[in-house]
């Protein structure tokens, strides 16, 4: 594990003097915090909710509104709306499985990744999803499914 060697040293200095037990309280907390906020990541949730064709849990990322593209629809959709329409693609296409492959960053603060989602009808489709932040949250503000 990557924290392992920091963790062994924390402990050992906890045995030791109070200064060095204060020192290791605040870093070992701080990693906590650190740790909660990456556990936090808008994709690695969407990214399971589509690996198991949860349309109600893509919903609760989504922007206001947002622009989704599947095989029999394409525009720009309520959450509600988008719900259905992801509701009614997860039922023709359930899915094996859904891999992030790729991240990054757009212009204006954005974020994107590309995945690819494996259908348990012997289709394969690129994913992309497009977030924005809104206040603390990264919101999805698009999905295609090509």
Same mark, same amino acid.
């Given at each position: 594990?990557?924290?392992?060697p920091?963790y062994?040293?924390?402990l050992?200095?906890?045995?030791?003097?109070?200064?060095n037990k204060?020192?290791?309280?605040?870093m070992?907390?701080?990693?906590?915090?650190?740790?909660a906020?990456?556990?936090?990541d808008?994709?690695?949730?969407?990214?399971?909710?589509?690996g198991?064709?949860?349309?109600?849990?893509?919903?609760?990322?989504?922007?206001?509104s947002? /622009?989704?593209?599947?095989?029999?629809?394409?525009?720009?959709?309520?959450?509600? #709306?988008?719900?259905l *329409?992801?509701?009614?693609f !997860?039922?023709?296409?359930?899915?094996?499985?859904?891999t992030?492959?790729?991240?990054?960053?757009?212009a204006g603060?954005?974020?994107?990744?590309v995945?690819?989602?494996v259908?348990t009808? /012997?289709?394969?489709?690129?994913?992309?999803?497009?977030?924005?932040?809104?206040n #603390?949250?990264?919101? *999805?503000q698009?999905?295609? !499914?090509?």
């Open positions: 594990m990557f924290f392992e920091f062994s040293r924390t050992s200095m906890l045995r030791t003097s109070p200064a204060l020192i290791s309280i605040l070992l907390l701080v990693s906590i915090g650190v740790l906020s990456v556990g936090g808008v994709f690695s949730e969407v990214e399971n909710a589509i198991i064709g949860n349309a109600k849990l893509i919903e609760q990322h989504m922007n206001t947002i /622009e989704l593209e599947t095989p029999t629809s394409k525009g720009i959709y309520s959450r509600s #709306q988008a719900e *329409i992801l509701k009614k !997860f039922q023709k296409y359930p899915p094996i499985s859904f992030i492959t790729q991240k990054g960053n757009g603060g954005s974020r994107f990744s995945g690819n989602y259908s009808r /012997e289709r394969t489709f690129r994913v992309t999803i497009f977030v924005k932040k809104n #603390q949250d990264y919101l *999805i698009e999905i295609k !499914f090509e």
